[in-house]
């Protein structure tokens, strides 16, 4: 019978897991405890059946193996009867939702701050996912941060290290451990859903892409699925090898940090599709030959076309979007007669309605896009859709763009980061918008009158849980519309996200500089919210 060892402890303030987890830097994490405090709380909510089933894998920051190691040994004292380990210490956070669908595990720990810089003096994270794959949703992260308040032990058992780089079974007391391959699961579901047989023959006709990976997670993923599945050239993925720090850059697919991927696709060497994703590889981003496409379009041109692929045709029940994204995906849903469903950000807010097969595809204006085949975002899923509608018809990243907005009209959008601010100017300003929300409707701000304005309340259409505060809106006569929200990603500080969009009808100027056409709301934001007094900010940090 193993010994289960029982260590005494005490709570660490602001353990508060945010949209995706508990993020903090790395030296957080490395005091004594605190990594345990928050797994046993996970343990203490979720309660797991004697024998249950645990998925752990994480994007291979540093610091990833240390917190493995631990859980593992943590998992066997709270009555786990196995846990599934990527090879490495490796799982997309796609894939973990996989394998946590596929193999029936009660839940999983994926240790990642996903987009974040990654290293001994940067960030690190760790997120539960629930039995759907999924993120565990506000009841269960609300008990969890509860519970960190009060802990005053964590439960482990004395066993050496498994061994992570190789294959194969393993013992922690009675528990077993099995190190998987992080890949073939998730790669064999891809070609499941898409049609990889005109994917190859575009690529044999000459078809070429470039996939940054950005020496994250889904390195090891393109080098299977695209190099060796598909027959892309050798070279078409770069920066394919996971580090620990990413090597020094940082990996967020936004057109600041894959600068060097938007500089190739705008020269003329530029090859047909350009690709990048990632920390953890639930994000994508998209560009085509001298066309970047941003993810609220990319939303909706996947949408528009999501039937090509031979896993969704005949079966598109509705789409959802975060309500920071913008309204082009609406447009998509309302043409073709199916529901658009509206939520907070946070990728949880969509597991409900695919559980309830109320949605087939969902997005988010940060990059991310996915469907029913998960409960995560994917950024690789994205890229492959891309390719599978594109192979299918015959056509460039550009004409599709253009095509679709002659068709539906085009949102111009744009989102501005203002990273790293103090959490009281951010806060204080908040306070401010929130006050005067009900003097808004009806002021003029240049050629801009309000029609409306409101903090964004979800009442979620399954459980009727309440969501309460999600954001501010500024919603204009013209159909444009202004979002103010703290951002809930960070480690420190706070970053406030301005979202701005203005709506072009068909007939209008559908391929005009975006800066310009949305001159009048970033007047409007300043205007309305004194951004530049309360931030100390003349200029966003960040606009994508």
């Not at 929130?434 to 979620?460: C, I, N, Q």
């Amino acid at each position: 019978m193993t010994k289960i060892l029982t260590v005494p402890t005490t709570p660490f303030e602001g353990q508060a897991p945010g949209t995706s987890g508990l993020r903090k830097k790395v030296k957080i994490f490395q005091q004594p405890g605190y990594a345990e405090n928050f797994i046993q709380s996970v343990f203490d909510v979720v309660k797991p059946e004697s024998g249950a089933v645990l998925v752990i894998g994480g994007d291979g920051r540093f610091h990833n193996r240390t917190v493995i190691q631990q859980a593992i040994r943590m998992a066997a004292a709270n009555g786990y009867g196995r846990v599934l380990v990527g090879q490495g210490g490796i799982l997309s956070t796609p894939a973990a939702s996989h394998v946590i669908r596929k193999y029936g595990a009660s839940g999983g720990l994926i240790l990642s701050a996903s987009h974040n810089p990654g290293g001994p003096e940067e960030d690190f994270g760790i997120k539960y996912n629930i039995g759907n794959g999924g993120p565990a949703p506000e009841n269960v992260t609300d008990a969890v941060l509860a519970r960190t308040k009060v802990i005053d032990r964590w439960l482990t058992v004395e066993a050496p290290d498994v061994d992570l780089d190789e294959q194969g079974r393993a013992h922690v007391g009675e528990m077993i451990v099995d190190v998987i391959d992080p890949v073939r699961d998730y790669a064999d579901l891809m070609e499941e859903l898409f049609d990889f047989d005109a994917i190859r023959k575009a690529v044999a006709s000459g078809f070429t892409m470039r996939m940054d990976s950005m020496s994250a997670v889904t390195g090891p993923y393109a080098h299977e699925i695209l190099e060796k599945r598909l027959g892309f050239a050798a070279g078409t993925v770069v920066n394919g090898t996971p580090l620990e720090d990413f090597g020094g850059h940082h990996p967020d697919p936004n057109l600041i940090h894959a600068r060097e991927l938007y500089d190739l696709m705008m020269s003329d060497d530029a090859p047909d599709l350009g690709a990048a994703s990632d920390g953890d590889g639930d994000r994508n981003l998209i560009i085509g030959r001298g066309r970047f496409i941003t993810p609220s379009d990319s939303l909706a041109m996947l949408a528009a076309n999501i039937q090509i692929a031979p896993a969704y045709r005949g079966r598109l029940a509705g789409i959802a979007r975060s309500m920071p994204t913008s309204g082009a995906a609406d447009r998509v849903a309302q043409e073709l007669d199916v529901p658009l469903y509206e939520t907070p950000t946070g990728w949880k807010f969509f597991g409900n309605l695919l559980d309830a097969g109320k949605v087939t595809i969902c997005g988010e204006e940060s990059a991310g896009t996915g469907s029913d085949h998960v409960r995560e975002k994917d950024g690789l899923w994205a890229v492959l859709l891309w390719l599978n509608i594109l192979a299918v018809r015959g056509i460039s990243v550009d004409d599709l763009a253009r095509e679709h907005w002659a068709r539906f009209g085009r949102n111009y959008y744009a989102r501005h980061d203002y990273e790293g601010i103090a959490t009281e100017s951010a806060n204080a300003l908040m306070k401010e918008l929130t006050a005067k929300l009900s003097s808004l409707p009806g002021a003029t701000l240049g050629p801009l009158t309000v029609r409306e304005a409101d903090s964004f309340s979800y009442t979620d259409p399954v459980d009727e849980s309440v969501s309460a505060n999600q954001g501010i809106r500024v919603l204009f006569e013209d159909g444009s519309r202004i979002v103010f929200r703290l951002s809930g990603t960070g480690t420190q500080g706070a970053t406030l996200r301005v979202y701005l969009e203005r709506f072009e009808p068909r007939f209008g100027h559908l391929d005009a500089e975006t800066a310009a056409m949305l001159e009048h709301q970033v007047a409007a934001a300043e205007a309305i919210a004194g951004i530049a007094r309360h931030t100390g900010r003349s200029a966003p940090d960040v606009i994508t």
